[in-house]
């Protein structure tokens, strides 16, 4: 059997409606594999990861000509069964990030001539950086950061109470940066503690980075980091497997202004 199927059935939201309606959609170009090919988005002593999609140039709004394209990742995953890949989205278009062997490489995907492809845009080197964050565990910094958890559990809401909005507030543009020496090194993998993906900020060129549960900031136009915070719930059980597997970056709804137009048609 083919994958993706066509026609292919996908919940879609409508903003006439206001509720999420199932419609199918019809494939454009050739299949790109078979079920017996597809494979558990699984890593080894992690557990399963969920697929997941990104609307590209307000896709999200306007699927009216009931069909789909399907655009490969630019990289063959088979190679790398360990790595933590994303797909996220922000100003700058649909993006695609991964860390191998400390080293961070995000395309963008264009389009040009109808054809959409994908572009190496960054790439940068993160050792350096990731043994600094690692250094903070030992100078007992990890709790200070304007990034917080919040949890249901007995006792948050009394911590929660005790901080001002100020203090959940993050400058993105001024807040204090690590200092990095980036020299030319060998980096032993046990001086390294390598980071996973979190997400790309929504309108600037960052990226959030995750090691161990400590929260990074990584500016990829200036190659600058920041210490947002510590990740770990204070409810989550110390074991080897635990960690961040699922992750992306909210940004308000707008189903309050689509409310709004409910009903009207458009001219």
């Given at each position: 059997m083919?994958?993706?199927?066509?026609?292919?059935?996908?919940?879609?939201?409508?903003?006439?409606?206001?509720?999420?309606?199932?419609?199918?959609?019809?494939?454009?170009?050739?299949?790109?594999?078979?079920?017996?090919?597809?494979?558990?988005?699984?890593?080894p002593y992690?557990?399963?990861?969920?697929?997941?999609?990104?609307?590209?140039?307000?896709s999200l709004y306007s699927l009216s000509n009931g069909k789909y394209q399907v655009i490969?990742?630019?990289?063959?995953?088979?190679n790398y069964i360990w790595e933590k890949p994303y797909l996220g989205k922000s100003?700058?278009?649909?993006?695609?990030?991964m860390i191998h062997g400390g080293q961070l490489s995000v395309w963008i995907l264009q389009e040009s001539e109808g054809q959409m492809g994908w572009i190496l845009s960054y790439q940068h080197d993160l050792r350096p950086f990731a043994k600094e964050v690692r250094s903070l565990r030992y100078n007992g910094n990890l709790t200070t950061g304007p990034w917080t958890v919040e949890e249901n559990g007995t006792g948050m809401h009394r911590n929660r109470e005790?901080?001002?909005?100020?203090?959940?507030?993050?400058?993105?543009?001024?807040?204090?940066?690590?200092?990095?020496?980036?020299?030319n090194e060998e980096y032993d993998d046990d001086d390294c503690e390598?980071?996973?993906?979190?997400?790309?900020?929504?309108?600037?060129?960052?990226?959030?980075?995750?090691?161990?549960?400590?929260t990074i900031a990584f500016h990829l136009n200036s190659s600058k980091i920041q210490y947002l915070g510590y990740s770990r719930?204070?409810?989550?059980?110390?074991?080897?497997?635990?960690?961040?597997y699922e992750s992306f970056v909210y940004t308000p709804c707008m189903?309050?202004?689509?409310?709004?137009?409910?009903?009207?048609?458009?001219?």
């Open positions: 083919e994958w993706p199927p066509s026609p292919y059935l996908l919940e879609v939201f409508s903003s006439r409606s206001g509720r999420w309606e199932e419609r199918a959609f019809v494939r454009e170009g050739e299949k790109v594999t078979t079920v017996e090919d597809m494979m558990p988005l699984g890593y992690q557990g399963l990861r969920r697929g997941y999609p990104v609307y590209h140039h307000g490969e990742i630019p990289i063959n995953m088979a100003e700058m278009g649909v993006l695609f990030g005790t901080l001002s909005a100020e203090d959940f507030e993050w400058d993105s543009d001024n807040d204090d940066f690590l200092a990095v020496e980036v020299r390598y980071f996973d993906i979190l997400g790309f900020h929504p309108y600037k060129e960052v990226i959030f980075l995750d090691q161990s549960f400590k719930p204070k409810c989550y059980y110390r074991n080897y497997t635990n960690g961040i189903i309050g202004e689509l409310h709004g137009v409910i009903g009207q048609s458009s001219s």
